[in-house]
T-cell receptor, first 114, second 113 residues
């Protein structure tokens, strides 16, 4: 079945460093791919999404490209800020007859130090 | 803001007691979901609904039941709470299901002693 694997954290970076959080997936069909972010004490918020191969999702300086050949959807940001400290979840949509269910990775905690 | 509220936001209960968590949305979206979040597991789907009185099980449904008698409310019930159900519970909605984006509520932190 469909599954998502993302790099384990925690990840600690200095402000203005380059960020990569790896995400790979196993899926049948053509799922949509998502990155969600969870700030402390809050629910998950959509950060970006891509719905087909080679699509690039982007938001708030974050980017991720849907790579079907490598089954990957890595999250990147060129220069992180302290305010980016959060837990990041990669997710994909189930295929087939499911009603919009998402499968989530285990999350990667990012801490950015000033 | 997808207009999702959850109640209560925090609850402490004892093993064996029934517990009901409520998810309320203001925008009449068809699809609603209940997840639990645990360290090392990410989010796991408990149950979901694709319309009034239309519900189905997710991957961790044992010990949970749901009801949806109105479009705007989706209730999650723990019939007899156990310590393994200590978790943070999130409700989510989506507009059209399938591959659509899901929007999450603020969560309910449940502790079963």
């Amino acid at each position: 079945g469909n599954s998502v694997t993302q790099m384990e954290g925690p990840v600690t970076l200095s402000e203005e460093a380059f960020l990569t959080i790896n995400c790979t997936y196993t899926a049948t069909g053509y799922p949509s791919l998502f990155w969600y972010v969870q700030y402390p004490g809050e629910g998950l918020q959509l950060l970006l999404k891509a719905t087909k191969a080679d699509d690039k999702g982007s938001n708030k300086g974050f980017e991720a490209t849907y790579r079907k050949e490598t089954t990957s959807f890595h999250l990147e940001k060129g220069s992180v800020q302290v305010s980016d400290s959060a837990v990041y979840f990669c997710a994909l949509s189930r295929d087939g007859g499911s009603q919009g269910n998402l499968i989530f990775g285990k999350g990667t905690k990012l801490s950015v130090k000033p | 803001d997808a207009g999702i509220t959850q109640s209560p936001r925090h609850k402490v209960t004892e093993t064996g007691t029934p517990v009901t968590l409520r998810c309320h949305q203001t925008e009449n979206h068809r699809y609603m979901y209940w997840y639990r979040q645990d360290p090392g597991h990410g989010l796991r789907l408990i149950h979901y609904s694709y319309g009034v009185k239309d519900t189905d099980k997710g991957e961790v449904s044992d010990g949970y039941s749901v009801s949806r008698s109105k479009t705007e409310d989706f209730l999650l019930t723990l019939e007899s709470a156990t310590s393994s159900q200590t978790s943070v519970y999130f409700c989510a909605i989506s507009v059209s299901g399938r591959s659509d984006t899901q929007y999450f509520g603020p969560g309910t932190r449940l502790t079963v002693l």
